[in-house]
Every structure is written in C-alpha cells, then in structure tokens.
C-alpha cells in the first residue's frame, strides 16, 4: 500500500513561517509529480504548488512569492515551505502524488491525511 504522511503544521502567527514536509512510502508506478492543496472550512480542495520530477514547480497565484515548493526524487519526499503567512493560508494541507495507472495508463492519485496549518495572532 501506498502512504503519504505529512507534517510540520501547526499554529503560527501571520508573518511568521512554517514547513511542511511530506513522505511518500511504497510503490507509485510512474510517478510524475508531487502537489501540495489545502481546504480551509466551507471551501473546495485547491491546488498550492506542484513539483514535477524534472524539478519544474508552479505556484498559485494566492502564495506566489511566499511559498516554495521543493522535491527530493530519489526519496519521494516534498516540502512546502511557507513563509509571510497570512491568516487567509489557514486550511489543512494535503500532500499529493501522481502515478499512473500500468494497466490503464490513467492517472493515480495519492493523498495524505492532511495536516491542520492556522494562522492567528
């Protein structure tokens, strides 16, 4: 079985800073990418940043130039490191990856169970 763990959230000051860090253990046939989402309360899923294995990242609009993704391929890892944070990057964050399916080739997604980041003064 596959599993992503996450951690490093908690509670944190606006300004202040934090780091997710996210493990993935067992087999991801073909993995492409690791992504970072979070959901605050009452709203959709949405994607923070994503990392390919080439090393190429995106960021969304909302954290570009706070938030900076980065990727360890030989060890399935991901980090989000968070800084400037803002009391509206309250959300739990999610750790993804992306394989494929080898008998169908359609993609695979994997999920962590999430890790509770507040920003409050």
């Known amino acids: 079985q596959v599993q992503l763990v996450e951690s490093g959230g908690g509670l944190v000051q606006p300004g202040g800073s934090l780091r997710l860090s996210c493990a993935a253990s067992g087999r991801i046939y073909s993995m492409s990418s690791m992504a970072w989402y979070r959901q605050a309360p009452g709203k959709e899923r949405v994607l923070v940043a994503t990392?390919?294995?080439?090393?190429?990242?995106t960021t969304a609009d909302s954290v570009k130039g706070r938030f900076t993704i980065s990727r360890d391929n030989a060890k399935n890892t991901v980090d989000l490191q968070m800084n400037g944070l803002k009391p509206e990057d309250t959300a739990v964050y999610y750790c993804?990856?992306?394989?494929?399916?080898?008998?169908?080739?359609?993609?695979?997604?994997?999920w962590g169970q999430g890790t509770q980041v507040t920003v409050s003064s």
């Open positions: 990392v390919t294995n080439s090393g190429s990242t």
């Open positions: 993804n990856a992306r394989g494929r399916r080898w008998y169908n080739d359609y993609p695979q997604d994997y």
